[in-house]
């Protein structure tokens, strides 16, 4: 059994930063991709950023240039620092992890994290 647990969110006022961590426990082998997706009320979950065990990373074109994704392998940890947040940043933000137990991999989510942007 595999679980992710978030960490980081917060209120926060326009045009300021969070950084969120999210930590995998349990019975891992490997992590191949490491995610961020987030869904605001009456939306779709959508994705924010990816990572790749060998770090290569993509983003949804809202958060290019002010988010960073980045992870440590020997954490099994990822993180998403946000800087110059807007309101439309406002959402619940989850984890998402590709983890090998075994020879399969197989998806995990966390539990989410929220995320609120205002003045």
């Known amino acids: 059994q595999v679980q992710l647990v978030e960490s980081g969110g917060g209120l926060v006022q326009p045009g300021g930063s969070l950084r969120l961590s999210c930590a995998a426990s349990g019975s891992i082998f490997s992590i191949n991709t490491m995610a961020w997706y987030r869904q605001a009320p009456g939306n779709q979950r959508e994705l924010v950023a990816r990572?790749?065990?060998?770090?290569?990373?993509n983003y949804a074109d809202s958060v290019k240039g002010r988010f960073t994704i980045s992870r440590d392998n020997a954490k099994n940890t990822v993180y998403l620092q946000m800087n110059s947040l807007k309101p439309e940043d406002t959402a619940v933000y989850y984890c998402?992890?590709?983890?090998?137990?075994?020879?399969?991999?197989?998806?995990?989510w966390g539990q989410g994290t929220q995320v609120t942007v205002s003045s």
């Open positions: 990572v790749t065990s060998g770090g290569r990373t």
């Open positions: 998402h992890a590709v983890v090998y137990s075994g020879s399969s991999g197989y998806a995990y």
